[in-house]
């Protein structure tokens, strides 16, 4: 089936780095999601991306995150700069448009920040 | 406060044996989908099932809309089947999921 691939699988930065992390969406997709779950918790909705533009995002999504598909290469997240609380697994997913459609995920980037 | 409840939060079975699990949501559903989650995180998808029943092998999922619950029933558990099961709902037009805590299974031989 579809599948959406991210990159890297983990990455270990030290508080206050820079961190992107990369999403390829399937690829007639239109419509791109992260989502957080920190470790043996509830994963949550971070933000949703269509047309270039943030649509909605949670309270989770702090001011120094940013998402962005430039020219239809990866949708990336970075976060600038990094916390501790940041240390989570993150998820990309990708659905091909709204009334209701499947959403395709990736197998997720484990950030790790010391 | 709390869109998606699932239920059990852990189950113990003995292989062979039937698993219903419970999804009860307090809002309209626009989108619905089931999901296992590997030990390891990674997701894979089950069902897409925002309404009516589905099936995939040993696995039903049966969502109804107007009572507000989904449920997903294995049959026949095998020690594979171990794992956390998730759903998750969407209720806007732009389909951010809202996931369940989760109901870990356990099946043991």
């Known amino acids: 089936g579809p599948k959406v691939l991210q990159i890297p699988s983990h990455q270990i930065i030290d508080m206050g780095q820079m961190v992107t992390l990369n999403c390829d969406p399937v690829?007639?997709?239109?419509?791109f999601y992260w989502y957080k779950q920190i470790l043996g918790q509830q994963m949550e909705f971070l933000v949703n991306?269509?047309?270039?533009?943030?649509?909605?995002k949670s309270k989770l999504f702090k001011d120094q995150f940013s998402v962005e598909r430039p020219d239809g290469s990866y949708f990336t997240l970075k976060i600038q700069p990094t916390a501790l609380e940041d240390s989570a697994v993150y998820f990309c997913?990708?659905?091909?448009?709204?009334?209701?459609?499947?959403?395709?995920f990736g197998p997720g980037t484990r950030l790790t920040v010391l | 406060g709390q869109q998606v409840q699932q239920s059990p939060a852990s189950l113990v079975l003995q292989e062979g044996e039937n698993a219903e699990l419970q999804c009860n949501f307090s809002?309209?559903?626009?989108?619905m989908q089931w999901f296992y989650q590997r030990p390891g995180g990674s997701l894979v998808s089950l069902f897409y099932?925002?309404?009516g029943t589905k099936h995939s092998g040993r696995l039903t999922s049966t969502t109804v809309i107007k009572e507000r619950r989904s449920s997903l029933h294995i049959s026949s558990s095998q020690t594979t089947d171990s794992g956390t099961y998730l759903c998750?709902?969407?209720?806007?037009?732009?389909?951010?999921?809202?996931f369940g805590k989760g109901t870990s299974l356990t099946v043991i031989p």
């Open positions: 998750a709902l969407a209720n806007t037009g732009y389909q951010n999921f809202y």
């Open positions: 809002t309209s559903l626009n989108s």
């Open positions: 991306f269509y047309n270039g533009k943030v649509m909605e």
């Open positions: 099932n925002p309404s």
């Open positions: 690829s007639n997709h239109l419509y």
């Open positions: 997913a990708s659905s091909s448009r709204t009334g209701g459609n499947e959403q395709y």
